[in-house]
Each structure stands twice: as structure tokens, then as C-alpha cells.
């Protein structure tokens, strides 16, 4: 098991930028798959971009594609998600969730171990 305490969140005007860091503790970093989710009032909870192991693979939703950079420090046990160009509608509180020993992957049930999530609001 792996604890995952995410941090960085805040209130930012639209096309503004903000970093979110997850760090983790536990079992080697190294080992797990990591994704980032988030979830808007009234809404499901949606992918928003994931990276493999090592960090050679990552993946991310069409939504955040090009203005989002997911990336990972195994050294320092801690995955970062890089929001540029961000839009009131990227408002939610974001998660990260790990992946012990496994592919990447888009989908939140294949994710066993989750922070408490970080606030974020852009304003318009």
C-alpha cells in the first residue's frame, strides 16, 4: 500500500497555471502506475491524465490534452501535474491514485490507493 497526499491546488484566473504535486510514501514508488482524476460539483469523477512506472508512458484526456504535462520524480517519490492555459471548467478537486505493479491505465476501478485531492478554481 502506498499513501498519497496530493497538494498545490488553489484559485487561479482563467489562462492562468498551476502545479499540483503528489507525494508519495510506502511501498516503492518506482513500482506503481500513477494517474491524476478529478471531480466537479454534481459531477463524475473523470480521468484526466496517467503516466506508466518509469515515466516514458503517459497518457491523457482529450479535454486536457496540450495544456496539462504529467511527470514523475522516482527519486523523489512524487508525480506532478503541470496545468497551463487553464479554464474555468478545469475547476474540481483533483486526486492522485496509484497502481502497484500494473500497466497504465484511464480506468479509476483499476486504481487501488488514492489521496484526498487538492482544490482547484479557475475563475473567469
Known amino acids: 500500500q502506498v499513501h498519497l497526499v496530493e497538494s498545490g491546488g488553489g484559485l487561479v484566473q482563467a489562462g492562468g497555471s498551476l502545479r499540483l504535486s503528489c507525494a508519495a510514501s510506502?511501498?516503492?514508488?518506482?513500482?506503481?502506475?500513477m494517474g491524476w482524476f478529478r471531480q466537479a460539483p454534481g459531477k463524475e469523477r473523470e480521468f484526466v491524465a496517467a503516466?506508466?512506472?518509469?515515466?516514458?508512458?503517459?497518457y491523457y484526456a482529450d479535454s486536457v490534452k496540450g495544456r496539462f504535462t504529467i511527470s514523475r520524480d522516482n527519486a523523489k517519490n512524487t508525480m506532478y501535474l503541470q496545468m497551463n492555459s487553464l479554464k474555468p471548467e478545469d475547476t474540481a478537486v483533483y486526486c492522485c491514485?496509484?497502481?502497484?505493479?500494473?500497466?497504465?491505465?484511464?480506468?479509476?476501478?483499476?486504481?487501488?490507493?488514492w489521496g484526498q485531492g487538492t482544490q482547484v478554481t479557475v475563475s473567469s
Open positions: 503516466i506508466n512506472w518509469s515515466g516514458a508512458s503517459t
Open positions: 491514485a496509484a497502481r502497484y505493479n500494473a500497466a497504465l491505465t484511464t480506468d479509476a476501478r483499476n486504481y487501488r490507493d
Open positions: 510506502g511501498r516503492a514508488f518506482s513500482s506503481y502506475a
